[in-house]
């Protein structure tokens, strides 16, 4: 996993450098306004990948003394930084397109700019897939904020193009520093989104997708004879997972029982989360749970299984089942 990531890191951070040269030289060929504010947005890619590609680096190292839950918070900071960074340079676009509003500059060569935008959008567009698709494959929430910025950055140059091929044909010329304030509106958007999520993983925000993810595998593994599942937590830092849950079992089953269950359970979510730690916390059953358990061949039974409730990830967060009923 640690190879596919700093295998992405590094193309994104290649491509980058050479969106950037193009970008730029488009904007010196043309001196437009929106073609400069895609080419600003470039040096923040150039920045934000840089600092992804330190993050997937430094998230890699095994956990140690200081950091028992491992390095994983970092891609939550990378994140963070890469969104603050997309709001300075869209801040960066709008000074620069109202500069070009009350001093117009001269436009020209836009055939050429045009040509050079639409195949640095294309390029970034396919950049984009790859590295969400590979962060969402590999649990890297750096990737995925990379992939968002470089797909917002193709946006950024299908708006751009849009606009520069307006003036293109029209040879209105403000309305090339409009477009180019509007592409820094929609990219202050792209950046809050980012800090708000990199903001949730540092403050560990319940993640509800992880806990399905964790209940459904655990209704796969589930016995006639275990009562209950809650108070289920996860806690992700990076790509690691730290799990831990309450399960009622049987009072009268045997340590190796309940060990061999654990063992089984832990197993099961190493396959649905290769970077993760599992605690399970047993319960034994009492009398007044009978009415809970399926449990048909259960010989201290005391009472027959009379209330039924659904085992969802509601159910498996929450309180104990006898606490509910």
């Given amino acids: 996993m640690h190879s596919l990531r700093l295998k992405a ?30 080419a600003l947005e470039s ?24 950091h028992p839950y491992g390095h994983g918070n970092m891609e939550y900071f990378s994140a963070g930084v890469e969104g603050l ?45 790859y590295l969400i698709k590979t962060g969402k494959h590999t649990n890297s929430l750096t990737l995925v904020a990379d992939g968002k910025h470089v797909l917002t950055d193709s946006y950024t140059s299908l708006g751009v193009i849009i606009g520069v091929a307006i003036v293109y044909f029209t040879d209105i010329q403000i309305i090339d ?63 690691f997972v730290a799990i831990d849950f309450h399960l ?10 309940a060990h061999d269950e654990e063992t089984r359970i832990k197993s099961k979510l190493k396959k649905v989360f290769p970077e993760s730690d599992v605690m399970i916390h047993f319960d034994y059953c009492k009398p007044e749970l009978c009415r809970f358990c399926f449990h048909e061949n259960c010989a201290e039974r005391t009472a027959p299984q009379s209330t039924n409730f659904k085992w969802d990830e509601a159910k498996a967060s929450g309180r104990p089942v006898y606490e509910l009923y």
Avoid at 248 to 257: A, D, G, M, S
């Fill in 177 to 239: 520093p409009l477009f180019a304030i509007f592409v820094g509106m929609n990219i202050i958007f792209t950046g809050y989104k980012l800090i708000r999520e990199a903001f949730g993983g540092l403050m560990h925000e319940a993640d509800s997708a992880t806990v399905s993810k964790v209940t459904h595998a655990i209704i796969d593994l589930k016995r006639p004879d275990w009562i209950d599942i809650h108070e289920l937590r996860c806690r992700r830092s990076g790509s």
């Fill in 248 to 257: 009622i079992l049987p009072w009268y089953i045997t340590i190796k029982e």
């Fill in 9 to 38: 890191g590094t193309i994104s951070l290649l491509v980058g450098l050479t969106m950037l040269f193009m970008k730029f030289g488009a904007y010196l060929l043309t001196g437009s306004a929106a073609i400069f504010s895609d």
């Fill in 85 to 129: 960074l997309i709001l300075l340079a869209a801040l960066g676009i709008i000074y620069y397109a109202t500069m070009d509003i009350i001093y117009p500059p001269e436009i020209k060569k836009l055939d050429i700019g045009l040509g050079i935008i639409a195949f640095a959008g294309l390029i970034n567009l396919f950049l984009g897939l």
């Fill in 43 to 66: 040096i923040v890619h150039i920045a934000a990948t840089s600092m992804a590609l330190f993050s997937i680096i430094y998230s890699a190292k095994p956990p140690d003394k200081e």
